[in-house]
């Protein structure tokens, strides 16, 4: 299972504005409105146009393009006063006090302004966002600061597990982890492939993007292979004992599945190849027969048994599959770091470890980047994950803090980013903390 920082939590936010709103119903254009709100400020001189300190946040490069595309039709519409209808203008000029004119001479002048210093019109997607916080900070995760971002991880995990496999032949360890692979490969998993490497490659990748989408660490549960072979042999055990004392009437097909499964089975088993007999609460005895108390014990502890076999199995099932990945990663991130790469898989990750241990401060963070946010907005937050979140939190914190904001929209029924760690229940348990 995956190790969670008891450290960490969703944080209190006092300033969080929110929409939720269905598709079509104007979530881009409360992102638009908002970011121009932040921009037209009265009271403010020229040089004092708050854009550095916008950061909106999108999933998707598309995205990203249209919200910039809305903000600038925005600013344009009302600098020369050409707005779609009545109703649009008055939404909009509504959010300002003041005199339509100054309001529209302002918004000219930022317009100029942001057009002047694009490269700080900062909209873009959350990948985009964590890969330039990495490359202000490359050093602490031991990477030049001209690393290359790649897609496919695959090729080198499986160079990696190989270096490992190599490594058995003179490391007493790795040896050692082998060999428990391989015994709960035969005896607990009942496998009987010529090529379980291919088995732990594909484990070790689900692994690797487990780690990426939650952060944590991989535990192992303390129950080793040998317990679950060994009660596996014991539920062997009394399966021969009844099968040898099998009373009148015993259902036939019973019987034949039975012996099936015992000369199929003479060390150890699966548990899906079990007969589907044995999940009856009663011995499988055809109507009017009787039930030896003999044979009714044994039937209760075999059920007992495979019940607890199971469960250790449910448990250990990953424990050799961890303790190779481990090793695995090692491998993998001397390769990577030799070929200054990084992969779009782990930033989030990788951006999470920045904060562990106190190794980077909030203030160090915004000087590598060369800017302070200090208004945050957030799209589509329903598809954020729970790892990303974090990463965002502690500069979110520090905006708060300081007279920020947040500012966040989305629709929890549309959610489609789980299979990237999205958790749609953080769109309700922010607001609730707000």
């Known amino acids: 299972m995956l190790e969670k920082d008891p450290k960490d939590s969703l944080f209190h936010f006092p300033e969080v504005c929110i929409k939720e709103a269905s598709a079509g119903s104007g979530k881009t254009y409360a992102l638009a409105k908002r970011y121009i709100q932040l921009l ?72 100029d302004y942001l057009i002047r210093n ?65 015994e709960h490969y035969l005896y607990v998993e009942g496998r009987t492939s010529w090529f379980p490497k291919r088995d732990i490659l594909s484990l070790i990748k689900s692994l690797f993007s487990y780690s990426n989408i939650f952060g944590g660490r991989f535990r192992k549960y303390g129950i080793e292979s040998k317990e679950v072979v060994s009660k596996k042999r014991e539920v062997l055990s009394s399966m021969k004992e009844i099968r040898d004392n099998l009373p009148q009437g015993t259902n036939k097909r019973f019987i034949s599945s039975l012996e099936s499964f015992l000369r199929n089975n003479e060390e150890t088993f699966n548990i899906d190849s079990l007969p589907k007999y044995f999940s009856r609460e009663r011995f499988p005895v055809n109507k009017g027969g009787d039930v030896p108390e003999k044979v009714e014990k044994l039937w209760k502890e075999i059920r007992s048994n495979l019940k607890e076999v199971c469960e250790l199995e449910a448990f250990s099932l990953f424990n050799p599959y961890i303790d190779i990945f481990d090793l695995v990663l090692k491998e993998f991130q001397v390769l990577t770091r030799k070929e200054d790469i990084l992969f779009l898989e782990e930033l989030n990750r990788q951006a999470r470890a920045l904060f ?13 980047l060369a800017t302070r946010f200090k208004h945050y907005l957030i799209d589509e937050f329903q598809d954020t994950s729970t790892l990303q979140w974090k990463n965002l939190i502690p500069m979110v914190e520090e905006a708060l803090s300081t007279d920020g904001s947040l500012f966040y929209v989305g629709d929890k029924k549309q959610a489609i980013y789980r299979f990237r760690g999205g958790e749609v229940s953080l769109f309700d348990k922010v607001k609730e903390k707000a």
């Open 40 to 111: 037209i400020n009265l009271s403010l001189e020229l040089q004092e146009i708050p854009l550095r300190s916008i950061l909106a946040i999108t999933f998707t490069n598309k995205a990203a393009i249209e919200m910039k595309k809305r903000i600038l039709e925005f600013l344009k519409k009302i600098a020369l006063d050409k707005f779609s209808s009545k109703e649009e203008k008055n939404d909009i000029l509504s959010s300002f006090i003041g005199k339509e004119e100054t309001v529209r001479e302002k918004s000219h002048m930022v317009m």
């Open 118 to 182: 694009y490269n700080f019109f900062q909209v873009q997607t959350i990948d985009s966002f964590i890969n330039a916080l990495l490359l202000g900070c490359a050093f602490k995760i031991q990477l030049s600061s001209n690393f290359r971002i790649k897609k496919d991880y695959e090729d080198y995990l499986s160079y990696s597990l190989d270096i490992l496999i190599d490594k058995a032949h003179y490391s007493a360890e790795v040896l050692g982890i082998f060999q428990e692979f391989l």
């Open 356 to 368: 562990e241990e106190e190794s980077m401060t909030v203030a160090e963070l915004y000087y590598r």
